[in-house]
């Protein structure tokens, strides 16, 4: 089982941002593949999520409005949108996996329902 996230980079405040988490090594149809992100000195924090078989979404409120999540199941990855950039989003962000069967909406933000874990991409946002 393999995550590979990818896409950060430095984006002006007020940018955009597209972030990829490829899967493989597993079907990704009964799994649901978050993101969260973790700034220097700081927890890992949850950001969002999607259920790949229902396509149902969750979102932290601090990014709500800002943050889009999506999937090509085709090719087995999921992508975060992250617009209207702000200095607070600066962060390494990774994905991860675990089974849709296995979390619910109350247990989305706990790192430790988590089961695989990609290895992080970095987002600089320049104020």
């Known amino acids: 089982v393999q995550l590979q996230a990818s896409g950060g980079g430095l984006v002006q405040a007020g940018g955009s941002l597209r972030l990829s988490c490829a899967a493989s090594?597993?079907?990704?149809?009964?799994?649901?593949i978050g993101w969260f992100r973790q700034a220097p000195g700081k927890e890992r924090d949850f950001v969002s999520s999607?259920?790949?078989?229902?396509?149902?979404?969750y979102y932290a409120d601090s990014v709500k409005g800002r943050f889009t999540i999506s999937s090509d199941n085709a090719k087995s990855t999921v992508f975060l949108q992250i617009d209207s950039l702000k200095p607070a989003d600066a962060a390494t962000y990774y994905c991860?996996?675990?089974?849709?069967?296995?979390?619910?909406?109350?247990?989305?933000?706990?790192?430790?329902?988590?089961?695989?874990w990609g290895q992080g991409t970095l987002v600089t946002v320049s104020s």
């Open positions: 991860a996996a675990v089974k849709s069967s296995a979390i619910s909406r109350t247990t989305m933000d706990l790192r430790i329902m988590w089961d695989y």
């Open positions: 999607m259920s790949i078989n229902t396509g149902r979404t």
């Open positions: 090594g597993f079907s990704v149809d009964d799994y649901t």
